[in-house]
């Protein structure tokens, strides 16, 4: 059946076109004198600033927002708060550089900024800066620390989600004025008893769970409105401050079982520790983001409504009463995933973002459902969005050609705010982006990127490096990538498919590799890389591939099943999949796709990258963090060692203390180092060695192997 909803871009998204052809022209004159521009460098990396979270103060003069600086110098990472009048101007810092802080937040009053961070050692905790001035002053103290935080509509109150203390903490918050006692030489043992026993970047789980509490700020005083053996999340106040509305999976007997989360609603000033909540959402799938309407009388949210298909499944809008009642998705026809919900000032349209096309666009429908249009559409990726009471809107959009700014629409015009990244952006020789279609073997129309090389001579082919993405239900966007930047100024092109299995094309589209993995992927990664050899931009004998995640899991399946490829990288990829249930934290996940290992074997089999090593001839590098939960170093580890015993081409990186996504930045860039150096060697064919030459630092301590044993 032709669906009957409509998407336009308006005239809102053609602001957005003058304002990218006015830095064309820009661009355009940088061209002109490209004499004095560079090709990036992996040091770019750390000097690129990531801005985001911007937050439009309730009067619309000024918009907050976080800039993280990656020191290299110092290893380590910061972010600080800063904020900026909406009629332009230089940005004012709002916190102090030497400590990180985060999750700015505008008291409804206007006369505070709020925010979170971990000061002199300690944890996370509400800080508080008076509008007219002054130092921050630290607004809870709090044991186990603040994880979330949202303002009351009367600005005299916080919504806080905080994790229940470890016994330790809850000691020493009875005992906060006496000294802290020695930690024990010898932690102790972890016991565990949870279907659900462990996440990436937290390790072993144990049965502490995150409930709200309403924070007095006058009075600094605290009250418990949720409890039990649940997770509640994505706090959001009623407008009249009487209520709030949560995210919760409390499906029985076991929520580690089910993926079953919902909208609930419960009274701030409830006593009995939310005893007597309202349930909102009933659907199986997983609902969250709850928003109210200004009015109070509905609450919108994201829904999943296959539950088979989980992640696959397109996450929808829907619209709820905020009493419980019959819900509505308004978004069936669009078949787009959608997040970050917001009912405009006026409670006639709802705002969210949608993935769509190798695009992240801000798009609106009436509250009863119709034509969708894009306020501020294109190829661009808007990461996210504040509202402001007038209309207007700051957001954080990317482009292919410029790292995330912050920009503000008010009425028609859209401008950029931020200029945080221009010095460096003004120094680069980038390269030019193209979003390439191509049809796949069995005829599948797919879309990707590709990065020509900065200094291209279309007369020549030039080496080319696939990089599949992770996911696998993901996309490549239109943003800055500074790592396709980098290749292509080291002369390569660069390719960046968006296969069966990504999101922004339809929930058939990405359900197309349900328990199907590197099988359609495969023929769609394949795809773009005879397209750009076709085009005459690919030598096809000097062709690259790697990836991360799920992009490591594809270069594995794809040098198994072809010997196109001189070189590969694997980062954080799996090999023998059954080995890693009951390993990583993906269970429920593995159970819904493929069934329990021991009943359905031959399916298991069949999408382990490790029973087709023998096939695999290319010399490749397997990378990964040490006590990554994700997808554990095991994967990598295997395939190493699998190809180690049959004699081919390959290495094993290790980072220590890193988990799926790296923080420390030479970490960092030593894995760009090696990914230059490796591709050099096997793809150009270059002289010089595969593995960079390390610097040298201290032997640490070894044991003898009777010690290792003990």
């Known amino acids: ?59 619309g003069q000024w918009v907050a927002y976080t800039v993280r600086t990656k020191m290299l110098k110092e290893d380590k990472n910061e972010t600080r708060i800063w904020m900026l009048s909406t009629r332009g101007g230089d940005a004012l810092p709002m ?18 900024l709020a925010f979170t961070s971990s000061r002199n050692g300690g944890k996370s905790q509400v800080w508080l800066l008076n ?25 005299t109150r916080l919504v806080l989600a905080l994790q229940d203390p470890k016994p330790e903490e809850a000691e020493a918050e009875k005992d906060k004025d006496k000294p802290a006692p020695a930690k024990p030489k010898t932690p102790p043992p972890y016991v565990i008893d949870r279907l659900q026993f462990k996440e990436d970047t937290v390790g072993y789980l144990d049965n502490r769970r995150t409930h709200l509490y309403v924070f007095n700020v006058e009075k600094k005083s605290l009250t418990q409105i949720t409890s039990g053996e649940f997770d509640d999340s994505q706090p959001a106040w009623s407008p009249d401050g009487k209520q709030v509305a949560f995210t919760s ?10 993926r079953d989360t919902n909208i609930w609603v419960v009274a701030a000033d409830n006593a009995d520790k939310g005893a007597n909540l309202t349930q909102i959402t009933t659907n199986p799938g997983a609902d969250g983001q709850p928003a109210w309407s200004p009015d109070g009388k509905w609450i919108t949210y994201v829904t999943q409504i296959d539950v088979h298909l989980f992640w696959y499944a397109t996450s929808h809008l829907a619209i709820a009463p905020s009493n419980g009642g019959e819900a509505k998705v308004l978004t069936m026809a669009f078949d787009r995933d959608v997040r970050r919900p917001r009912f405009s000032a006026d409670g006639n349209f709802i705002y969210f973002i949608a993935v769509d096309d190798g695009t992240q666009n801000l798009c609106r429908i009436p509250v009863g459902g119709g034509e969708i249009t894009r306020p501020i559409g294109g190829r661009i990726t808007v990461a996210s969005y504040s509202l402001g009471k007038d209309g207007a809107i700051a957001a954080q959009i990317g482009t292919p050609d410029r790292p995330d700014e912050i920009f503000l629409q008010n009425g028609t015009e859209l401008a950029r705010l931020t200029k945080t990244n221009d010095a460096l952006v003004a120094q680069l020789r980038l390269a030019k982006v193209q979003y390439v279609h191509f049809k796949s073997k069995d005829g599948t129309a797919v879309a990707g990127y590709l990065y020509e090389p900065v200094e291209y001579d279309a007369t020549k082919k030039v080496p080319t490096i696939l990089i599949p993405h992770g996911g696998p239900v993901s996309e490549y966007e239109a943003s800055f990538n500074h790592q396709a930047q980098l290749f292509a100024s080291n002369g390569y092109a660069v390719l960046l498919p968006n296969p069966r299995g990504s999101s922004g094309y339809g929930e058939k589209f990405c359900a197309a590799i349900y328990a199907d993995w590197g099988n359609k992927d495969f023929q769609d990664d394949m795809a773009i890389v005879d397209y750009a050899i076709a085009q005459g931009i690919a030598d096809p004998e000097k062709l690259g591939v790697g990836g991360w995640s799920y992009g490591g899991i594809s270069t594995d399946f794809i040098i198994a099943q072809t010997t196109q490829f001189k070189g590969a990288i694997s980062g954080a990829g799996v090999a023998l999949i059954s080995s890693f249930y009951g390993h990583d934290h993906y269970q429920k996940d593995y159970e819904t796709e493929l069934g329990y290992p021991w009943e359905h074997q031959a399916l298991w089999d069949k999408i382990s990258p490790f029973y087709r090593v023998k096939n695999i001839t290319t010399p490749t590098l397997f990378m990964g963090g040490e006590i990554d939960s994700n997808v554990p170093i095991l994967g990598g580890e295997q395939m190493y060692q699998a190809m180690k015993a049959l004699g081919r081409t390959t290495e094993l990186v290790v980072y220590p203390g890193e988990y799926h996504g790296f923080t420390v930045p030479s970490h960092i860039k030593d894995r760009l180092e090696r990914y230059l150096a490796w591709y050099a060697h096997y793809v150009k064919g270059e002289s010089t060695p595969a593995t960079p030459k390390l610097q040298p630092q201290a032997a640490p301590a070894t044991k003898t192997a009777a010690e290792s044993r003990e």
């Open 95 to 112: 916190t102090a550089e030497g400590v990180s802080s985060g999750h700015p937040r505008w008291s409804p009053d206007g006369k505070f």
């Open 131 to 155: 509008r007219v001035g002054g130092e921050a002053v630290k607004l809870t103290d709090v044991a186990q620390g603040v994880g979330d935080f949202e303002w009351s509509p009367d600005s």
């Open 1 to 59: 059946m032709k669906s009957t909803q409509k998407v336009s871009f308006g005239f809102l998204a053609l602001a957005l076109l003058i304002v990218c052809a006015g830095e064309s022209a820009v661009a355009q004159s940088r061209t002109a004198a490209s004499a004095a521009l560079r090709n990036v460098t992996i040091d770019d990396y750390f000097q690129i600033r990531d801005v985001g979270q911007p937050e439009l103060s309730p009067d």
């Open 249 to 258: 999976n409390r499906s029985k007997p076991d929520p580690d079982a089910s």
